[in-house]
């Protein structure tokens, strides 16, 4: 190897380096928004089972045109 290809390869590394360090606050970003929804969704699992277990026993059919709405929740 001489003087050409070990700039270019310091050159690759480097450009690679910097690709690495802006990408990386990204991809922690989207790591961590996965886990905050995958607790939001137990959390919510984890009420309406709660919800079902302590209500009390519902009529076996609803109401004809009755249909349930979900609510959006700020974040």
Do not use: F, K, N, Y
Request: charged fraction near 25%; charge should be positive; glycine fraction near 6%.
């Amino acid at each position: 190897m001489d003087t050409t290809h070990v700039e270019a390869l310091l050159g690759t590394l480097t450009v690679l380096g910097l690709l690495v360090l802006m990408v990386l606050p990204a991809v922690i970003g989207i790591v961590r928004d996965r886990r905050i929804d995958r607790q939001i969704r137990q959390a919510e699992a984890d009420r309406a089972a709660a919800e079902r277990r302590d209500a009390p026993a519902a009529p076996a059919r609803a109401a004809r045109g009755a249909t349930p709405h979900r609510t959006a929740r700020a974040a």
